[in-house]
């Protein structure tokens, strides 16, 4: 593939990137070693896509599981991770209240509490990402998608009553 194709497919997706890095990462030195990393994958392993799936799709797959995978390898880093950090909702300053930040902040938080595959599940939910590609990201049944994420939502249902 020719670096100028392979910069605008970058620029085309980059807040696919964003997401994941902010979504795993909260110090901004680890931020930036892990958007190297999925952009070194992605280009790395380019060749091998095939068009089975939407480009879209792929990029999730590589990004996530590079970010899993720097995650475990990079011990350093367990305890600087943080959804409640993370800043995926850009919402500008004059639409944000303190019951909004309040609850964007909780949900961070359960986000956080959750093992690394649901939480990238939980990501690609809040995300607006069809369950069928979902299952094509993680590598799971589009059943087990759904089970797992009515699963959550009930865990956190429970939390929100007893809050």
């Not at 100028?4 to 970058?10: G, N, S």
């Not at 590589?62 to 800043?87: E, G």
């Not at 607006?128 to 589009?142: D, P, W, Y």
Request: hydrophobic residues 35%.
């Amino acid at each position: 593939m020719e670096k100028e194709a392979f910069i605008e497919i970058i620029k085309q997706h980059r807040s696919l990137i964003f997401k994941v890095c902010h979504s795993y990462c909260s110090d901004p030195t680890d931020r930036k070693d892990l958007e190297q990393e999925i952009l070194l994958q992605l280009w790395k392993s380019m060749e091998r896509f095939d068009g089975r799936v939407k480009l879209s799709t792929w990029m999730y797959k590589v990004a996530l599981n590079t970010a899993i995978i720097f995650y475990r390898t990079q011990s350093r880093h367990r305890n600087k991770w943080s959804l409640a950090d993370a800043s995926i909702l850009s919402i500008p300053a004059e639409q944000k209240d303190e019951v909004y930040e309040e609850q964007v902040s909780l949900l961070y938080g359960w986000i956080n509490q959750l093992s690394n595959p649901d939480k990238a599940l939980i990501l690609l939910y809040l995300d607006g990402i069809k369950q069928g590609e979902i299952a094509e990201i993680l590598g799971i049944t589009e059943t087990n998608v759904s089970s797992k994420i009515s699963r959550i939502k009930k865990k956190w249902k429970k939390r929100v009553k007893s809050t």
